[in-house]
């Protein structure tokens, strides 16, 4: 091809090209624009829950105390199936720990389930001291008896007055069985369970026959009786079935 031929050639289709891209009417660059933002955004929004889905867990091992009612869900966001309702003042076994959205999530056991529950009502459950088991369920309750007829007094801890538990705290401390806490509900999250009772173990009751709250704490004596300050005083008391207490049991602890 002779170069005046050539140049013509590259000239025109030079012109071509720059008529057909310049033909576009402004709304259709506009639109070419926009798709171009549109899929910049999407790209950026599936980084965005690509990061999320992706939050891996840690690793954790401690227990846990619920600070209100707590529901247990399958996965690690509010929408999730709700496998269970912790009560306040539950204590429950974390295994793993994630962020997402902004929130900690922990993956617990409690009550022969698993699932994840939000740290916005969980805090870190402190370990009681160890109870010494040096001392015997026959000790728990000498120590006990010898404050039998002081007066009943709400939150009183001493042998000028005892409410429940702080008459059952009270007496653990003087048989040297070490500390345990100071109210009814954090003994019962202290101590293991137990159906088969032994002189000295707690027993927890609730304020109605059948209830499912704890109210009450008092020490297994033996023979069919509570010991524990209740009404007016330290006394012993019958728990069989047709009795006032009986009905109102909830649990046995121990520390054995």
């Not at 000790?139 to 404050?147: E, L, P, S």
């Not at 033996?222 to 728990?239: D, E, F, P, R």
Request: proline residues 2%; glycine residues 10%.
């Amino acid at each position: 091809m002779k170069k005046k031929n050539l140049f013509t050639a590259i000239t025109a289709g030079t012109l071509a090209l720059t008529i057909s891209f310049t033909g576009l009417t402004n709304g259709q660059q506009n639109t070419a624009s926009a798709e171009s933002l549109t899929t910049n955004n999407e790209v950026h929004k599936s980084n965005a829950i690509t990061m999320v889905a992706s939050s891996k867990a840690t690793k954790i091992s401690g227990k846990y105390k619920t600070t209100a009612a707590l529901n247990m869900r399958t996965s690690a966001k509010t929408t999730s199936k709700v496998l269970l309702t912790a009560k306040k003042g539950a204590v429950v076994k974390a295994s793993y720990k994630k962020k997402v959205n902004g929130t900690t999530w922990y993956k617990v056991s409690y009550n022969g389930k698993t699932g994840w529950m939000s740290s916005a009502y969980l805090k870190k459950y402190k370990k009681v001291s160890k109870v010494s088991n040096s001392a015997t369920g026959s000790d728990i309750i000498d120590a006990g008896r010898k404050y039998l007829g002081v007066p009943y007094v709400w939150g009183g801890t001493s042998p000028s007055g005892f409410d429940c538990s702080g008459f059952t705290q009270y007496a653990y401390k003087q048989a040297g069985q070490g500390s345990i806490p100071r109210n009814s509900r954090a003994q019962r999250a202290a101590a293991a369970y137990t159906s088969n009772p032994q002189v000295g173990d707690l027993i927890f009751f609730s304020a109605n026959p059948g209830g499912d709250y704890i109210t009450h704490v008092g020490l297994y004596a033996g023979n069919g009786q509570v010991l524990h300050a209740a009404g007016n005083k330290v006394q012993y008391q019958s728990i069989a079935k047709g009795s006032y207490w009986g009905p109102r049991i909830m649990s046995y602890g121990t520390f054995r």
